[in-house]
């Protein structure tokens, strides 16, 4: 049963919309996905593929006099060196801090792609300290990736012991050197 105050709003409602018209949908269509989200789904796909580069099992050999470094057989050393004085500043930078390990992994890859596909030859990982689950993990993962160059620990002003500088391999036409 309706009480008087809700007939008086009711009709004070339909008062106030008396001139309103109904707005024609034109520019979403919901039932049709757009171009941009099937990109999407595509580059979330490569992301998964190239999760496929990091394994848990895989643990690399690192030298534990030192700070965090490694260099891809077959590249130059001088390349880890040069990474190191800060030659290489990074392009994009990549905060783990509390993220799962799956995250992080899946991040990780995406990081990868993102310097890929921008032509990023150096990128900042910054995996913080903690627990030290993120710090032992990552470098371990990094070293994986066909893609990954070489890493060596930030220098303090991009995170110090908290993070990686990492070198990417890109085309050979647009290395910024």
Known sequence: ????????????????????????????????????????????????LEQEYFSDEFEPHFDEHGPMRFIAEGADKFELKKLRRGD???????????????????ELAGLIHECKKRHYQTCCVMHGIGKHILKKKTPMWLAQHPDVVAFHQAPLEYGGQGALLVLIEIDEQHLRR
């Open 1 to 48: 049963m309706a009480h008087k105050d809700d007939t008086d709003d009711f009709s004070l409602f339909k008062e106030a919309i008396s001139g309103a018209r109904e707005i024609k949908q034109d520019t979403i269509r919901p039932d049709k996905p757009r171009i941009k989200e099937k990109i999407e789904r595509q580059e979330i796909k490569q992301h998964e």
């Open 88 to 106: 290489y500043p990074p392009e994009i930078f990549l905060d783990l801090h509390g993220l799962t390990q799956q995250q992080a992994k899946r």
